[in-house]
Nanobody
Framework: EVQLVESGGGLVQPGGSLRLSCAAS????????MTWVRQAPGKGPEWVSG????????QYADSVRGRFTISRDDAKNTVYLQMNSLEPEATAIYYC??????????????WGQGTQVTVST
């Protein structure tokens, strides 16, 4: 069974950094791209970033480009999202999903359980 477990969220001050992790199991991780999405309180889901199965293609939402970095470590079956220069607008639950998505949101049943990121003073 495919399992995706996000971690690394928490409370951070504006301008701070967090690194999110998504540990995958139940499938051959290296055969799939991975995607990060987020959902802010009271808002719909938003595509954040995607990385291709070989890591050669990476895309970011305009709102995070230059501040977020997606990466993957196939030896650890893990995809990461390094988030720097965080702003309050980044407050959301962050989810990973199997597959490469570009400026679109995966089906909810393809997400993990999510990890909460709160950017606040």
């Amino acid at each position: 069974e495919v399992q995706l477990v996000e971690s690394g969220g928490g409370l951070v001050q504006p301008g701070g950094s967090l690194r999110l992790s998504c540990a995958a199991s139940g499938y051959t991780f290296s055969h799939y791209g991975m995607t990060w999405v987020r959902q802010a309180p009271g808002k719909g889901p938003e595509w954040v970033s995607g990385i291709s199965l070989n890591g050669n293609t990476i895309q970011y939402a305009d709102s995070v480009r230059g501040r977020f970095t997606i990466s993957r470590d196939d030896a650890k079956n893990t995809v990461y999202l390094q988030m720097n220069s965080l702003e309050p607008e980044a407050t959301a639950i962050y989810y990973c999903a199997r597959g490469y998505y570009y400026r679109t949101v995966p089906r909810r049943d393809e997400w993990g359980q999510g990890t909460q990121v709160t950017v606040s003073t």
